[in-house]
């Protein structure tokens, strides 16, 4: 996806913030293109105040302009506008590409509304290309493996879990945790898969949205298009 293209679906999302909002600001190439078309009408004196789902974006906000409190501060949004890995026509969604998927998810859930700003190649008929990312405890790693794979079984998915940067230097989350990259190629039912993953002890958050995001904003060759789930 370009860059020209990003920041078309990020500013069709920005016509929905009204001033005196609060925020969700997402994470990710696309959210970054947001913030940089928050920041001018910040800068034009708009009056709005954003929470960052990821220390990446609180550091582009803050050197962009763009006011931050916290979600201890402000736990109840009006509006989050995020990315995504790859959506369904029910705008279920996987995130987590950029490791930011527990502070995105707690962000989207605060919030009235998430709206997603992606381009069509994020478009799939059936979740699961992507690999799910999943947040776990550093402690108990290989215990946590086995319990998400006979989750997985249980669900009648299969596919490897992949520690995400490697067994010798493995990425740490803005949480300290590890991600587990789940490569299920098809995830037939993710509300049902998603269902009982959060149980399972050493599992932090997982990168399945259900039923969270409210419309999409997906830019393509002909413009962008809004997209609401499809039951
Ligand atoms: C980060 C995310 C991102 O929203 C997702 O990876 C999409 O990123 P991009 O806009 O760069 O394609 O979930 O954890």
């Known amino acids: 996806m370009n860059a020209n293209l990003k920041a078309q679906a990020a500013a069709a999302a920005l016509e929905e913030v009204e001033s005196g909002m609060r925020l969700g600001i997402g994470s990710g190439s696309t959210a970054n293109e947001m913030i940089r078309l928050l920041a001018k009408k910040v800068a034009s004196g708009f009056d709005v105040i954003g929470v960052p789902c990821s220390t990446r ?27 995504a890995d790859e959506y369904d026509p029910a705008l279920n969604l996987i995130k987590g590409g950029g490791a930011a998927l527990l502070r995105e998810k707690t962000v989207a859930v605060a919030s009235a509304r998430m709206i997603v700003i992606a381009d069509d190649s994020k478009r799939v008929a059936t979740l699961g290309q992507f690999p799910l990312p999943i947040e ?6 290989a215990s946590t493996r086995i319990a998400i794979q006979k989750h ?24 300290g945790n590890y991600i587990l990259d789940a490569h299920l190629g098809t995830i037939p039912d993710p509300a049902e898969l998603a269902k009982g993953l959060n149980d399972i002890p050493g599992v932090v958050e997982h990168g399945l949205f259900i ?11 002909n413009g962008v298009a809004v997209v609401e789930p499809k039951a």
Do not use: H, W
């Open 57 to 83: 974006s609180e550091a582009l906000c803050l050197e962009l302009g763009v006011p931050l409190t916290t979600l201890d501060k402000m736990p109840e949004l009006d509006l989050t506008i995020d990315g």
């Open 136 to 141: 776990v405890n550093q402690f108990g790693l």
């Open 152 to 175: 997985f079984a249980s669900r009648r998915v299969s596919g490897d879990l992949i520690l995400r940067g490697g067994e010798n230097d493995p990425v740490i989350t803005d949480n």
């Open 211 to 221: 039923g969270i995001a409210k419309r999409a904003y997906i830019a393509g060759e």
